[in-house]
């Protein structure tokens, strides 16, 4: 069992950043891969970016490749996801995520195991 709590979300203007933390307890985070999800209001969760439970190889969604960064630092349990040059259509309820340790990082959430409550991030325009 792992649990996940995510932190670092609030209210930026356009073309601002925030970074998003997942703090995870239970068992370590270097067991699993671990993604970044997000789920608009009205719309279903989408994959916004994972990386290998080894931090090797990291996959971003084609909507936000090139402003955000996600990493991990595996002796503190923790990922983050750094986004810059934040746009309006980024608003969303932003989730981490735990799935098994794969090879490539799955992008859709049935393959993941462990959910945070998420944390609101909300862009004005």
């Known amino acids: 069992q792992v649990q996940l709590v995510e932190s670092g979300g609030g209210l930026v203007q356009a073309g601002g950043s925030l970074r998003l933390s997942c703090a995870a307890s239970?068992?370590?985070?270097?067991?699993?891969?671990m993604g970044w999800f997000r789920q608009a209001p009205g719309k279903e969760r989408e994959f916004v970016a994972g990386?290998?439970?080894?931090?090797?190889?990291?996959y971003y969604a084609v909507s936000v490749k090139g402003r955000f960064t996600i990493s991990r630092d595996n002796a503190e349990n923790t990922v983050y996801l750094q986004m810059n040059s934040l746009k309006p259509e980024d608003t969303a309820v932003y989730y981490c995520?735990?799935?098994?340790?794969?090879?490539?990082?799955?992008?859709?959430?049935?393959?993941?195991?462990?959910w945070g409550q998420g944390t609101q991030v909300t862009v004005s325009s």
């Open positions: 995520a735990a799935g098994p340790p794969k090879v490539v990082v799955a992008t859709t959430p049935e393959k993941y195991d462990y």
């Open positions: 239970g068992r370590t985070t270097r067991s699993y891969n």
């Open positions: 990386i290998t439970w080894s931090g090797g190889s990291a």
